[in-house]
């Protein structure tokens, strides 16, 4: 799964004076939610940006500063632009420290957030260490059953599973998924469940894999579109899984509906590519070779227009679930 799109590790408490500029970062801040309810990343972008020129004319010690250099960064991260992203957390952290100090969840939020970087870009063991010191802190500061922790052990049980230590994953989502149930949290119950599927996919048990993302499903199937990108992300999941359990008749319903979602990540999307290039194999499988390579054209068309504009590669889903 990638960590920013479907993870805001924890609010973080904001407490504002009455001053001028809160008016105006008010309206900032609520057009950029708006936006983002839509997933319209880039003008949420834009709009924190401004946003942030009003935070940053406020004293030192305001929280305002780091909450939205906090939602900046993860807007970049969900758009790959990861060293925008990297830049303001890190920038959030400095205030925080200057601000207030270390030891206090504020910092062990966006400590957790710069690690999702970190695994996106591969530097797993950074990741990790980040992820170990924010657990570190929040143990001393928070209850145990408090969701911001358990979110973190989901995101370090990502981690682990992209290093292949499925064990120590599972021992992770062992700690999470009973508080995401105990909230009522919805999403993070639906990210575990697919992370959890994953492991049991690398342990050969698909048919519990299977049965452990359509339980995922069943807690977004309320509000679909807020999540449409993890919906399509689990769909995608799920088609695959269905392909290896002899289900294949669900499966080309399956990659369609994940594309319908994935697709408003837009059409040079990693994620998007990664499901389209799937339902190609899956047509090519099936006998529909025809159909197969006009989607295979169209992938290849989309990664060399992504690469000319951004240089970069592409990034995989890292949940996304493929034959062994």
Known sequence: ???????????????????????QWDREMA?????????????????????????ET????????WVTRDTLASTEETLLRLDDAELQYRAALDEIQIAIGKDNAAYAVIEAHLASV?????RLHQA?????????REARLLPADDECPARVHAFLAEVLIKQHRYQEAEAEL??????FEH????????????????????????????QMLERSVGFLRRDMSSHRPLVGQIYHN?????????????????????????????????????????????????????????????????????????GAGMTVDVSTLHPD
């Not at 920013?4 to 407490?15: A, D, H, K, R």
């Not at 708006?34 to 709009?47: F, I, K, P």
């Not at 406020?58 to 500063?65: A, H, I, S, V, Y």
């Not at 062992?174 to 508080?179: G, K, T, W």
């Open 1 to 23: 799964m990638r960590y920013g799109l479907v993870v805001c590790v924890c609010s973080i408490n904001c407490v504002f004076g009455a001053d001028q500029a809160s008016g």
């Open 31 to 55: 057009a950029a939610r708006e936006q983002l309810s839509r997933a319209d990343y880039g003008n949420a972008a834009e709009t924190l940006r401004q946003a942030l020129a009003v935070a």
């Open 58 to 65: 406020l004293e030192p010690r305001d929280t305002r500063r």
């Open 118 to 122: 970190f695994g996106l870009r591969g």
């Open 128 to 136: 990790e260490t980040l992820l170990r010191d924010s657990l570190s």
């Open 174 to 179: 062992n700690l999470a998924l009973p508080v």
């Open 183 to 210: 909230e009522a949290s919805q999403l993070m119950t639906a990210i575990a469940l697919n992370n959890f599927a994953m492991i049991r996919h690398h342990q050969r048990r698909d048919l519990e894999a299977r």
């Open 238 to 310: 799920l088609a695959a899984i269905s392909f290896l359990t002899g289900r294949r008749e669900e499966v080309g319903p399956l990659y369609r509906q994940a594309l319908e979602s994935l697709g408003q990540l837009g059409p040079d999307d990693p994620e998007y590519l990664a499901a389209l290039t799937d339902y190609s194999q899956f047509l090519r499988r099936t006998g529909h070779k025809a159909e197969a390579r006009a989607i295979e054209a169209q992938v290849r068309t989309a990664r060399a227009e992504s690469a000319r504009a951004s």
